[in-house]
Nanobody, 123 residues
Framework: VQLQAYGGGLVQAGGFLRLSCAAS????????MGWFRQAPGKEREPVAA????????YYADSVKGRFTISRDNAKNTVYLQMNSLKPEDTAVYYC?????????????????WGQGTQVTVSS
């Protein structure tokens, strides 16, 4: 599966952005999907993940209550709605696909990765 993330940009603190990740192929619904981010000088970290059906989700503590992950299997797309953005949310955001039986947020479990989209939150 090929993934393309888009929707990043520059926003002021307190603002919002919606990231999208479009997947190619007919097997999108067979993948758990995740959003990860990597800030300069830091390791890539999980942000949110969603199961194949969308029935289960995971959020990092740092984004709980502010970010929402969702997916539309008919459109082969996963979304990340980011509200109340903070400067510490600044990073390159990546979407990724995983075929593990259970939903996981381990970076190493995700095999397919998109190219990343830059999110910059100014104070």
């Amino acid at each position: 599966v090929q993934l393309q993330a888009y929707g990043g940009g520059l926003v002021q603190a307190g603002g919002f952005l919606r990231l999208s990740c479009a997947a190619s192929g007919r097997t999108f619904s067979t993948y758990n999907m995740g959003w990860f981010r990597q800030a300069p000088g830091k390791e890539r970290e999980p942000v949110a993940a969603i199961s194949r059906s969308g029935g289960s989700t995971y959020y990092a503590d740092s984004v709980k209550g502010r970010f929402t992950i969702s997916r539309d299997n008919a459109k082969n797309t996963v979304y990340l709605q980011m509200n109340s953005l903070k400067p510490e949310d600044t990073a390159v955001y990546y979407c990724a696909a995983d075929r593990s039986a259970r939903l996981t947020i381990l970076v190493t479990s995700y095999y397919y990765w998109g190219q990343g989209t830059q999110v910059t939150v100014s104070s």
